[in-house]
């Protein structure tokens, strides 16, 4: 057994590609150079500096996305990605943690929206299951459409699609937080609340990643507002046509 490690400790090619190392770490795949038997202190070290550096990310990630629109994306686009988390894996684990929390509790019906349908039981039965179950892959399909509704309003800019899709990840990664205590609680207030919040955060948001004048980014961020709540609408009611038709067979 000592043989075989003596053996390993000297090998020159990293373990993971193959390449041969100069350092403590690989040059081609940057993983550390180390030994293939991991003790159960090493193994558990490891676990506990994944699931720190995760949890600081995301502490790092969530007070910015909520207080400083836009910071994030400005972040991201700067190139400063080490220190948060990638605006796709925020928007994941945030919309995960809220389909997961609602449904514990409520699941997202057309009730908790307001949109209730008291005169037919049966019809707002199919409507609320079609929105509780294709809510999450609509909004996963909202953000494309979204970041490409950016990238038409800001034609003139030097920005990718590519950074238009994180600036609306983090965007819907507000949303999502934003809606948490109106669905949970079914308040008209809260609803209405989120309905002055979030457009005052797209503005600001806008205001801080592309840098217009405060009137054109106005103009663009109620357009933008306006567009999603068109998708929406058009969710709501392609949903509505099929539960009906469902209803009358």
Known sequence: MVIMQEALSKTEQCLNCGEILQGRFC?????????????????I?????????WDSKALRSILPLL??????????????RVSYLLPSRLYVIISVAFFLLVNRFDP?????????????ARLTERINSAVADLLPSFMFGVIPA????????????????THHLAFAFHFFSFVFIGWVLPVLTRSDTLWNLSFL???VYLFFALKCVYRQ???????????LYIGFWALITIYLLVVFIIASLQTRT
């Open 27 to 43: 040059s081609h795949c940057g993983q550390e150079r180390t030994n293939p038997i991991v003790s159960l202190g090493e193994y």
């Open 45 to 53: 070290k490891d676990i506990l500096d994944e699931f720190i550096t």
């Open 67 to 80: 207080f400083k629109p836009g910071f994030l994306t400005n972040e991201y686009l700067a190139g400063r």
């Open 108 to 120: 997202v019906t057309v009730e908790a929206m307001g949109m209730g349908n008291a005169g037919d």
């Open 146 to 161: 979204f970041a490409l509704g950016l990238k038409c309003v800001y034609f003139t800019s030097r920005l990718y699609y």
């Open 197 to 199: 919040v979030i457009p």
């Open 213 to 223: 004048s405060p009137a054109k980014t106005l103009v663009k961020s109620v357009l």
